[in-house]
């Protein structure tokens, strides 16, 4: 059994100690692999007895003879990724590692392209805003919905509008509230997006729009527009990691710009989680 399948199914039974060096490894294979338990230890921040004993912890007689296996797993695996052995033959792997150098691509031309005035600028809306509501539909929801829920930890009033939420006395803005509406759209665009977008401008919300390019719909009526490359390689779907990668740009921006009122808020809401036991670790 592979080390990682032994640490999934072991990983319940061990000690607090040990599930930081579990974590470790998972995240550091090849450092594992070379350092000693007394430098795993320090790297952990645990005891060298806490690294032998998971070992023991999933059956090895030794914390020597786990780190061979780690070492013989992570050989066996370049070898593989090499010449494909016991895999698909060699050209039937080759679109990994072309969507990985379309991502990487992507990353460096959206880099390249950011107006950072306009970063800023955009920063400083979402953070200054009485109330911020977040818009994406189909394709563009998962996207929106994470971005929902970051802002959610950096600030407060900030509300998710989806095809299930949506109705016309939500759209109503109070004249002395500034309000920010965020899209995320992506094709295939959605006609519902561009009416909430025309509907919440003319009553005076700021527009900020998430978009593959600044022409599309909702991007040609904003006040400001992020534009990210995708490489659709489906009809029916789209990859949204860029997206994701433009959208963590941003509210990494308001962590910095921000970060005392930032800071605050996420330690209120950290201490809540705390006092209702609301995650299991």
């Known amino acids: 059994m592979r080390i990682e399948d032994l640490l999934r199914e072991n990983y319940q039974n061990l000690s607090k100690g040990q ?8 995240r550091d294979i090849v450092g594992f692999s ?13 005891s060298e007895t806490t690294v032998i004993r998971l070992s023991y912890a999933l059956d090895f007689e030794s914390f020597s003879q786990m780190q061979k296996q780690i070492q013989k797993e992570y050989l066996l ?14 050209d039937h792997l080759d679109f990994i590692d072309t969507l990985i150098e379309q991502e990487i691509e992507i990353l460096t031309t959206l880099r390249s ?3 950072i005035s306009q970063y800023w600028q955009a920063i400083d809306e979402i953070m200054t805003a009485d109330e911020v509501h977040l818009v994406g539909y189909r394709a563009s929801y998962p996207a929106a919905y994470w971005l929902y829920l ?12 989806s095809s299930k939420n949506c109705y016309p006395e939500d759209l109503l803005i109070e004249s002395n509230k500034k309000i920010v509406f965020i899209f995320i759209s992506f094709p295939r665009y959605v006609a519902q997006s561009l009416e909430i977008a025309e509907t919440v401008k003319e009553q005076g919300a700021k527009l900020i729009t998430i978009t593959d390019h600044p022409l599309s719909p909702i ?5 400001i527009s992020f534009t990210t490359q995708i490489h659709a390689n489906s ?21 910095k710009k921000y970060e005392r009122e930032v800071m605050q808020r996420v330690e209120n809401i950290q201490n809540i989680y705390k006092e209702k036991d609301y995650f299991l670790e």
Do not use: C, W
Request: avoid cysteine.
């Open 19 to 26: 599930k930081k060096v579990a974590d470790l490894l998972l």
């Open 34 to 46: 070379m350092s000693t338990a007394s430098q795993i230890a320090k790297q952990a921040e645990v």
């Open 77 to 90: 695996r370049i070898e593989q990724h090499g010449n494909s052995v016991g895999e698909e033959p060699k």
């Open 113 to 115: 392209k950011l107006d």
């Open 150 to 161: 970051k802002l959610n930890m950096l600030r407060k009033n900030v509300y998710m509008i």
């Open 219 to 223: 991007s040609r009526i904003s006040n």
């Open 235 to 255: 009809e029916n779907f789209i990859p949204i990691s860029s997206v994701l990668s433009l959208l963590n740009i941003i509210t990494t921006g308001i962590e």
